[in-house]
């Protein structure tokens, strides 16, 4: 693997050009792959290497890609799975999904000087758990049991939260006063499914708060709209996303459940199996929101070589959201005269772009 691949190479940058032969095309949705949270988190690695050197310690996949965890284990990064297993005093990067209060407590112990690369949007959720707990409500968390996401918000107010995973599971909630029930969710879950969850919900709380603002975050929801849209129209989907990624696999089911004739996830072009594309004639294309575009441009080509010659980018939203960096990385990469934060160049349609 290329050590010095652009792991934040934007999906704004132009296609390659048509080539290969055949009558296939690709329908390409947009916005697809990095959202700002991965950004923001692949950033703080590199940052990180960059300003204090290797190892530098990631507590968990800084983001739900195999190929950024590979990459960034090239540079230098050491991924270990808790706190227990970084070094006394030693450096340690927490993912973009977030931990519990107690992981922070762990990491204290042992002196480790930590980075917090937690999505801000995610952080927005334990805020949320911490001032319902506060007031005493029950709480019930919607989202997938195990998801390190959801071990982090629940680690917020263990005494206070539920998780339920599906609609069925509603059934399982107890509650102390139906009255003072309140519902959050994961960031990343699938829209129509959490909305039907939360339905079930309501039917036996029927005075059930709704939190103060969506939780399935901006770039999620981006995203399944974007394959909505183009679904009906493709014979075959290709989500390009490691199996872990909870938005990723939220794709392949809502590809399939508006209209498209099969949809398969794969991790990188060399998963693809040319007896998929047997008699298609579009495939789209999309990827979850830790994946790097290069990923999609080798399935692109992978797919130009096969009788898919032409891309066509079926856009459904323009993103504009950036995050900061942590502040005391910010702080000492100033101090160290090193550049700021690097936020993207505005995500602008280049030509080979459709709205
Ligand atoms: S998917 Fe949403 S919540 Fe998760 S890192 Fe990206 S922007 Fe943040």
């Known amino acids: ?23 296939g095309r690709i329908l390409l949705a947009a916005p697809r792959g990095y959202c700002a949270g ?14 204090y050197g290797a190892p530098v310690y990631v507590r968990k996949e800084i983001v739900h890609n195999k190929f950024v965890v590979e990459s960034l284990t090239k540079r230098g990064a050491i991924f270990v799975q808790e706190t ?30 930590t980075i917090d690369a937690t999505c801000p949007l995610v952080t927005k959720v334990h805020r949320e758990a911490v001032r319902f707990a506060k007031e005493d409500y029950d709480i019930v968390l919607v989202g997938h049991q195990g998801h390190e996401e959801v071990e982090g918000t629940f680690g917020e107010a263990p005494d206070h939260i539920q998780v339920v995973g599906t609609p069925d599971e509603v059934d399982n909630v107890v509650v102390r006063d139906p009255s003072r029930v309140v519902w959050i969710s994961q960031t990343t879950l699938s829209v129509d499914e959490t909305r ?26 981006n995203r399944q709209v974007a394959v909505k849209h183009i679904a009906p129209q493709v014979d075959v989907m290709v989500v390009v996303g490691s199996a872990n990624s909870s938005n990723s696999v939220r794709l392949v089911e809502v590809a399939l459940e508006a ?18 594309f047997e008699g298609t004639r579009t495939v ?57 934060a690097r936020p993207h160049a505005p995500r602008v349609a280049g030509p080979n772009h459709t709205k």
């Open 196 to 221: 039907e969850t939360v339905d079930r919900l309501r039917q036996r709380f029927p005075q059930l708060i709704d939190p103060p603002s969506d939780d399935i975050c901006y770039a999620t929801q």
């Open 38 to 51: 991965v950004d923001r988190a692949v950033d703080v690695v590199e940052k990180a290497l960059e300003l």
């Open 284 to 340: 789209g294309l999309t990827s979850g929101a830790s994946v790097p575009e290069i990923l999609v441009r080798e399935v692109i080509e992978w797919l130009q070589d096969r009788g898919f010659p032409t891309v066509e980018v079926a856009r459904t939203e323009t993103e504009s959201t950036t995050f900061a960096l942590p502040r005391d990385l910010r702080a000492d990469l100033k101090k160290a005269g090193m550049a700021p």
């Open 84 to 113: 227990d297993e970084v070094p006394e005093g030693a450096r340690v990067v927490f993912s973009a999904h977030g931990v519990s209060p107690a992981v922070h407590a762990a990491a204290a112990t042992r002196h480790l000087a």
């Open 259 to 276: 209209g498209a004739g099969a949809a398969y996830r794969v991790d990188k072009a060399e998963e693809l199996e040319p007896s998929w």
């Open 1 to 23: 693997m290329n050590e010095n691949v652009d792991l934040r190479a934007s999906a704004e940058s132009p296609l390659p050009a048509s080539h290969g032969e055949g009558t």
